[in-house]
């Protein structure tokens, strides 16, 4: 059953269109190239593709804002890309996708290549993915004009997200100095990895995956109550004010507060692509918390909005009258 109607869904999903997100977080540019097979390498014992196309997608911190535009919201993200080609296609697809995307919210580090992932694809079928990036943490000057950006586009805005990718971008310097100032006035949400663990205070909700929360919390049961001692363990931590733990094909679990979790069951019917499925989940939970949404509410259109995303080939993201038919039986 669900926890919402198809009435309060429609209320939250029109809400949606007025909020600002402001994104922090590492951009990457997901690059596809697509050929056929007919032969083998008589260099090595590998497959030789003939290239037929190419495609790029917005990855990483740049898919959570693909994913809140397509809600309607509007929204920026501020991150780091290279002095490189793929760094001027991130920026270009960016402003394209977003009003809201200004030239300066994307600085070049000339000290490290935009983070790309090339996967190579031949008959449907994935045959190696090959990766540009560089992790260390951005330096100094960078980190002052990430913040200057920062404290800027938090002025006006409904709701914060920290896509944290372990790229570098997300310092815990940055975290001390943007946290507190935009929790605050706003929901700030966390899609956290382990580096920065300690760092991610204030904050309103962080949404590990399973794996990631019991690597958190040095668990190693993946079960509803090895899960909950997880979230318990993080919120200890933390002091955020919820968990919410992605389960992959189990869907989430939520706590809020010292309250009992809350277990939410999967909505997909089918599913070909997973990648990408947590940017849809926190860039939904930011679009429906700033809309107004209660913490549950926020979590049930995420889960939804996840188990339509996973079904598709290709693009990651759902718009809202899609998200809002997934309500359409249910009340
Ligand atoms: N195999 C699946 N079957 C059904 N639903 C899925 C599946 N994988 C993911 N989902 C949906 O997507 C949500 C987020 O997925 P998951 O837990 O894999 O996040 P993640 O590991 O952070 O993903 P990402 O690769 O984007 O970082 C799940 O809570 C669920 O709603
Ligand atoms: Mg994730």
Known sequence: ???????????????????????????????????DVTRISPE?????????????????????????????????VIGVVGNDVAGER????????????????????????????TRIIAHSQLVVR????????????????????LKQTVQDADALVVSDYDKGVVTPHILEEILSLAYERMPVLIDPKIRNFPHYHPASLITPNHHEALRMTNLDEDSDEGLHRAAR????????DAVLITRGDRGIMLVEGDGDPVFVGTTAREVYDVTGAGD????????????????????????????????????????????????????
């Open 44 to 76: 090595a014992p590998v497959p030789v593709v003939d290239i037929r196309r190419e495609s790029i997608h917005l990855g990483g911190a740049a898919n959570v804002l693909a994913n809140a535009v397509a809600l309607g919201a509007q929204t920026c």
């Open 90 to 117: 991130l920026r270009k697809r960016l402003e394209a996708a977003s009003p809201l995307q200004k030239d300066e919210y994307l600085i070049v580090d000339g000290e490290r290549p935009s983070t790309t992932k």
């Open 233 to 240: 363990l993080i919120r200890e931590r933390l002091r955020c």
């Open 130 to 149: 090959a990766d540009r990036e560089l992790r260390t943490p951005v330096n100094g000057s960078v980190e002052e004009r990430i913040i200057a950006s």
């Open 280 to 331: 849809t989940v926190i860039a939904t939970l930011a679009t429906a918390l700033s809309a107004g949404a209660t913490m549950l509410e926020a979590a049930t259109l995420a889960n939804h909005a996840a188990g339509v995303v996973v079904g598709k080939v290709g693009t990651a993201t759902i718009g809202s009258a899609e998200l809002l038919a997934t309500f359409a039986f249910d009340s």
């Open 1 to 35: 059953m669900s926890q919402l109607t198809q009435q309060r869904a429609h209320e939250i999903i029109q809400s949606m269109g007025e909020r600002k997100i402001v994104i922090l977080g590492d951009v990457m540019l997901d690059e596809f190239v697509w050929g």
